[in-house]
């Protein structure tokens, strides 16, 4: 079935650690986006990247890097984890990232650093 | 500053009623705003859009409402049904980026 696979599903870290979240789309779609769920926030944009080879800074950047060396794969990486980086993320992506292009989401990543 | 706003955290509605689902928004540059749903323990949903342009987007059971006046867009789903118990998302879009609002949980009875 076509769509977004996150991985790992869920993890335990110890702040300090580094930790790459995984995300593979097969739908060729252009752009890919990583966003963070915390309780009473909604959804917060944390990276994205138009296309292959390009990345730009969302809403919380700070703390996450990401690279986009494919169209099917955008990794998103906490180099030196903290307690406040606990979250659920998820990985989206749409064919372009235009106008009325819906974003497709994956299942997420629940991720506690204690 | 909070731009895309949804005031109501919850709202239950008996089966075959009507669910209406607010949100309101301060960024006049957002061009296109949509509505997702999410189960617990997946991912949202694309659910409905709506362009700046239009007032109105219809399908199926859901119908989507602008004022761009008032910066305000609602859901309404009729008839509801228990399934559609999920958080409901808005957000807006401007410069190819998404900004989400808070959700609202209907929970629909039967």
């Known amino acids: 079935i076509a769509g977004i696979t996150q991985a790992p599903t869920s993890q335990i870290l110890a702040a300090g650690r580094r930790m790459t979240l995984r995300c593979t789309q097969d739908?060729?779609?252009?752009?890919m986006y990583w966003y963070r769920q915390d309780l009473g926030l909604g959804l917060r944009l944390i990276h994205y990247?138009?296309?292959?080879?390009?990345?730009g800074k969302g809403e919380v950047p700070d703390g996450y890097s990401v690279s986009r060396a494919n169209t099917d794969d955008f990794p998103l990486t906490l180099a030196s984890a903290v307690p406040s980086q606990t979250s659920v993320y998820f990985c989206a992506s749409s064919e372009t990232g235009g106008a009325g292009q819906p974003q497709h989401f994956g299942d997420g990543t629940r991720l506690s650093i204690l | 500053d909070q731009q895309v706003k949804q005031n109501s955290p919850s709202l239950s509605v008996q089966e075959g009623r009507i669910s209406i689902l607010n949100c309101d928004y301060t960024n006049s540059m957002f061009d296109y705003f949509l509505w997702y749903k999410k189960y617990p323990a997946e991912g949202p949903t694309f659910l409905i859009s709506?362009?700046?342009?239009?007032d109105k987007n219809e399908d199926g059971r859901f119908t989507v409402f602008l004022n761009k006046s008032a910066k305000h867009l609602s859901l309404h789903i009729v008839p509801s049904q228990p399934g559609d118990s999920a958080v409901y998302f808005c957000?807006?879009?401007?410069?190819?980026?998404?900004?989400f609002g808070k959700g609202t949980l209907l929970t629909v009875n039967p």
């Open positions: 990247s138009n296309t292959a080879g390009t990345t």
């Open positions: 957000a807006a879009r401007s410069n190819y980026k998404l900004t």
């Open positions: 709506i362009s700046s342009i239009k």
């Open positions: 739908m060729r779609h252009n752009a």
